[in-house]
């Protein structure tokens, strides 16, 4: 009988960088074998593989659908839950009264905390924290005593959760635009769920980039109904395999401070780094330190000038220093750390 993995990551009616982490370590997991049924909980309207899973649909995100969630646990019975950046302490409670075991995957602080909360010291098993900005360094002492006090959790960190990237299917995208390896610049802002400096990601990089003096064209991943300036090239969703073999053959990638920034440095990959949120500016500050990433401030002025200032400097420094982090793609592992939470 297939073991059964429920994941529920925070999702809205667009997805998410959650959603798309969540289906990373499905993929992953599937990959490496073993009789594994694998569902999701997601926002109806969110973008989903339905080809490749299941999914059961939510009026919205797991956080704010607790009866659905509640009901799906109990429908599905799984082995063992998966929670990203969502955690409910009804949804907790049911996944232990459907005899399922609980795992949680925590990035930003506020959904850190979350996973630290004494009142889940029964009912959370495992919790995976993502914190590739502290670079080794021991966490602070108000995250040492969540741990103290949730003894029976077993905590452990993370860099980056991604795919490998699919180098043949990126260099096939990039000839069908007439383009090549090293000849063209990345833009990936993120959500659109947020305004910086009073506009939306794609047309704040639109407009600080629209007067870039480069030969190189910008393609822009995921620009909805954004206008984008002349030049510009803008690409539909795509498989993170392949949005990897494009960030890892840029030379230059303009990103937030998501879980885009961390793969990319993983892969040593040049960066311009927003803050495009609160929370993102002391990950970009920590990578800025090492000088292994180039950064400005979440404004029109500033993001065009250091643009430019990246378009002709010589990257191949930033590349190294890079990847001199050190940074580890984790997917595997944590894809381990299921495959052992179902074998118990």
Same mark, same amino acid.
């Given at each position: 009988?297939?073991?059964?993995?429920?994941?529920? /990551?925070? &999702?809205?009616? =667009? *997805?998410?960088?959650?959603?798309? #982490?969540? @289906?990373?370590? $499905?993929?992953?997991?599937? %990959?490496?074998?073993?009789?594994?049924?694998?569902?999701?909980?997601?926002?109806?309207?969110?973008?989903?593989?339905?080809?490749?899973?299941?999914?059961?649909?939510?009026?919205?995100?797991?956080?704010?659908?607790?009866?659905?969630?509640?009901?799906?646990?109990?429908?599905?019975?799984?082995?063992?839950?998966?929670?990203?950046?969502?955690?409910?302490?009804?949804?907790?409670?049911?996944?232990?009264?459907?005899?399922?075991?609980?795992?949680?995957?925590?990035?930003? /602080?506020? &959904?850190?905390? =979350? *996973?630290?909360?004494?009142?889940? #010291?029964? @009912?959370?098993? $495992?919790?995976?924290?993502? %914190?590739?900005?502290?670079?080794?360094?021991?966490?602070?002492?108000?995250?040492?005593?969540?741990?103290?006090?949730?003894?029976?959790?077993?905590?452990?960190?993370?860099?980056?959760?991604?795919?490998?990237?699919?180098?043949?299917?990126?260099?096939?995208?990039?000839?069908?635009?007439?383009?090549?390896?090293?000849?063209?610049?990345?833009?990936?802002?993120?959500?659109?769920?947020?305004?910086?400096?009073?506009?939306?990601?794609?047309?704040?990089?639109?407009?600080?980039?629209?007067?870039?003096?480069?030969?190189?064209?910008?393609?822009?991943?995921?620009?909805?109904?954004?206008?984008?300036?002349?030049?510009?090239?803008?690409?539909?969703?795509?498989?993170?395999?392949?949005?990897?073999?494009?960030?890892?053959?840029?030379?230059?990638?303009?990103?937030?401070?998501?879980?885009?920034?961390?793969?990319?440095?993983?892969?040593?990959?040049?960066?311009?780094?927003?803050?495009?949120?609160?929370?993102?500016?002391?990950?970009?500050?920590?990578?800025?330190?090492?000088?292994?990433?180039?950064?400005?401030?979440?404004?029109?002025?500033?993001?065009?000038?250091?643009?430019?200032?990246?378009?002709?400097?010589?990257?191949?420094?930033?590349?190294?220093?890079?990847?001199?982090?050190?940074?580890?793609?984790?997917?595997?592992?944590?894809?381990?750390?299921?495959?052992?939470?179902?074998?118990?």
């Amino acid at each position: 009988m297939p073991r059964r993995v429920l994941f529920i /990551p925070v &999702s809205g009616g =667009r *997805g998410g960088g959650e959603l798309q #982490r969540s @289906l990373i370590l $499905a993929r992953t997991l599937r %990959a490496q074998g073993g009789d594994t049924d694998i569902r999701f909980l997601a926002h109806a309207q969110a973008p989903f593989p339905c080809e490749e899973f299941q999914r059961t649909p939510l009026p919205g995100s797991p956080t704010r659908s607790e009866p659905e969630v509640i009901a799906a646990i109990a429908d599905f019975a799984p082995d063992l839950c998966v929670f990203d950046s969502t955690l409910r302490m009804s949804a907790l409670r049911a996944a232990r009264a459907a005899g399922s075991r609980t795992a949680y995957l925590s990035v930003r /602080p506020n &959904s850190r905390w =979350r *996973g630290l909360d004494p009142r889940k #010291r029964t @009912l959370l098993d $495992a919790h995976w924290i993502l %914190a590739p900005e502290r670079l080794g360094a021991a966490p602070p002492w108000p995250e040492r005593l969540g741990r103290w006090l949730l003894r029976r959790t077993r905590f452990e960190y993370f860099n980056a959760v991604f795919e490998a990237p699919d180098t043949a299917a990126a260099s096939r995208l990039l000839a069908e635009h007439g383009l090549a390896p090293g000849r063209y610049m990345l833009a990936c802002p993120g959500g659109a769920g947020y305004t910086v400096d009073g506009l939306a990601p794609v047309p704040l990089l639109a407009e600080a980039g629209s007067a870039l003096r480069t030969t190189l064209p910008v393609l822009v991943v995921d620009p909805g109904d954004h206008a984008l300036p002349a030049g510009w090239i803008g690409l539909p969703r795509m498989p993170n395999r392949i949005l990897m073999g494009l960030v890892e053959g840029a030379r230059l990638n303009v990103v937030n401070g998501g879980g885009t920034l961390v793969q990319a440095l993983t892969l040593g990959a040049p960066c311009l780094a927003i803050p495009m949120q609160e929370e993102q500016a002391q990950r970009i500050a920590a990578f800025a330190a090492r000088d292994a990433v180039l950064t400005c401030a979440a404004e029109r002025t500033a993001i065009a000038t250091a643009w430019q200032h990246a378009a002709d400097a010589d990257l191949d420094g930033l590349r190294g220093r890079a990847r001199a982090l050190g940074l580890r793609n984790d997917a595997s592992t944590i894809a381990q750390r299921i495959q052992t939470m179902l074998a118990r």
